[in-house]
């Protein structure tokens, strides 16, 4: 069965500093994996989808993300924050049989300051 | 030129009411999703129909009746509401039921049981 864990529901970073937001999957074959945005009230966008091409997937507004198959990770960053980035992120994997199904983590709550 | 759709966008009603909300989609794709995200944002899939054929049925009271008319449409039909199924209802959709598929979701269906 997959499964996502997204560490920490909340981070909070200063506009212009990093922003890692870490995902973590479980999945008994090869995974698809996607980071999706969720601004509020509304639905939700995908920012980025890894689809066992390159590990380095780079998505829109400046995000990426980096899947490591030994760590079962795909931790999503952006070097520089905005406020327009505060938002809900979710992590999602896919196992593709089944009806790609897909099995969304808890959500990390990004919170960005000046 | 709205991809996904759903209306109403709120729905209040009362215990024991019979409701639904509607989706429809312009892009073309054979599959739809219907998620549900509780008060702690965490997002599950509830079913999901392949060419009006039900593919994902995931342990849904059966008080849930999803209807497909049509490859663009996809409705909810909720009998007897309950308190517990106060939530945000989101509709998706996508090309196809491979994994790598990227879903596209609508804005939301807040719905509240009083």
């Known amino acids: 069965a997959q499964s996502v864990t997204q560490l920490g529901s909340h981070v909070s970073v200063s506009e212009g500093a990093l922003v890692l937001l870490r995902c973590n999957y479980s999945?008994?074959?090869?995974?698809?994996l996607f980071w999706y945005v969720q601004y509020p009230n509304q639905g939700l966008q995908l920012l980025l989808k890894?689809?066992?091409?390159?590990?380095l997937v780079k998505g829109i507004n400046g995000f990426e993300a980096e899947f490591k198959k030994s760590e079962t990770s795909f931790h999503l960053t952006k070097p520089s924050a905005h406020m327009s980035d505060a938002a809900e992120y979710f992590c999602?994997?896919?196992?593709?049989?089944?009806?790609?199904?897909?099995?969304f983590g808890t959500g990390t709550q990004l919170k960005v300051e000046l | 030129d709205t991809a996904v759709s759903q209306t109403p966008k709120y729905l209040v009603t009362q215990m024991g009411n019979d409701k639904s909300i509607k989706c429809e989609q312009n892009?073309?794709?054979?599959?739809m999703y219907w998620y549900k995200q509780d008060s702690k944002k965490f997002l599950k899939i509830m079913f999901s129909?392949?060419?009006?054929?039900?593919?994902i049925n995931e342990t849904v009271p059966n008080r849930f009746s999803p209807k497909s008319p049509d490859k663009a449409h996809l409705n909810l039909h909720i009998n007897s509401l309950e308190l517990g199924d106060s939530a945000v209802y989101f509709c998706?959709?996508?090309?196809?039921?491979?994994?790598?598929?990227?879903?596209?979701f609508g804005p939301g269906t807040r719905l509240t049981v009083l």
């Open positions: 892009l073309g794709h054979d599959t």
């Open positions: 998706a959709s996508s090309q196809d039921i491979a994994g790598a598929k990227e879903q596209f």
């Open positions: 129909y392949n060419n009006k054929e039900l593919i």
């Open positions: 999602a994997v896919s196992e593709g049989g089944g009806g790609n199904k897909l099995t």
């Open positions: 890894y689809t066992s091409a390159a590990t």
């Open positions: 999945s008994s074959v090869p995974p698809y």
